[in-house]
């Protein structure tokens, strides 16, 4: 049993480039939600699903888009990353929205 | 919007001293979750308190959901060098899921 794996680690993009984060749970858990962390800002909902099929905004969408084509994947993609951007990215699993979250190891993502 | 308003935002103590932060708000949360995330990893929850004046125990973290459910704090008795790390609060209560705050950094000196 994994949990939420996150790939990758690290990543380093020039403005204007897209990427796609890779988030997988084997839990089975319905509901998958994309954070990011950033100093002094705490963590900040950028996109949630709760079942595949089915994505909705949070609270920071703007610049990326998210799909669910299964339970378990749930990718994040950076169209065009801008400096802003830059900051760590967590996935998390879960049954419901105001259950336990658990947690990715991150991905640390600088974009210059 | 709900808020929560963790203090202090950093602390540092010395291995073996007692603390306490807190996590308030101006909202009701039906329930409100405790995590810790140690550098280069997710947050994992600790606990989760659900009624009003609830008091959990964790070994040597103790936890305190208000009796309004509008805040909560956490006791360490007796800190460890493993206690360092964030310390995040999360309350359940709006549409949106879980409010998270925006966190205490604890380092514990050895």
């Known amino acids: 049993n994994a949990g939420v794996t996150q790939t990758p680690k690290f990543q380093v993009l020039k403005t204007g480039q897209s990427m796609t984060l890779q988030c997988a749970q084997d839990?089975?858990?319905?509901?998958m939600s994309w954070y990011r962390q950033d100093p002094g800002m705490g963590l900040r909902l950028i996109h949630y699903?709760?079942?595949?099929?089915?994505?909705d905004q949070g609270e920071v969408p703007n610049g990326y888009n998210v799909s669910r084509s299964t339970t378990e994947d749930f990718p994040l993609r950076l169209l065009s990353a801008a400096p802003s951007q830059t900051s760590v990215y967590f996935c998390?699993?879960?049954?419901?929205?105001?259950?336990?979250?658990?947690f990715g190891p991150g991905t640390r993502l600088t974009v210059t | 919007t709900q808020l929560l308003e963790q203090s202090p935002q950093f602390l540092s103590i010395q291995e073996g001293e007692n603390l306490t932060v807190y996590c308030n708000s101006s909202?009701?949360?039906?329930?409100l979750q405790w995590y810790r995330q140690e550098p280069g990893e997710g947050p994992v929850l600790l606990v989760t308190?659900?009624?009003?004046?609830e008091v959990k125990k964790l070994k040597r973290l103790t936890f305190q959901f208000g009796d309004a459910r509008k805040d909560s704090s956490l006791h360490i008795t007796a800190a460890q060098t493993g206690d360092t790390g964030l310390y995040l609060c999360?309350?359940?209560?709006?549409?949106?899921?879980?409010?998270f705050g925006k966190g205490t950094h604890l380092i514990i000196q050895p």
């Open positions: 998390a699993s879960s049954y419901g929205r105001h259950y336990e979250q658990y």
């Open positions: 839990m089975n858990h319905e509901y």
């Open positions: 699903s709760v079942g595949a099929g089915i994505t």
């Open positions: 909202s009701v949360f039906s329930s």
């Open positions: 308190v659900v009624t009003g004046g």
């Open positions: 999360a309350g359940r209560g709006g549409a949106d899921g879980l409010t």
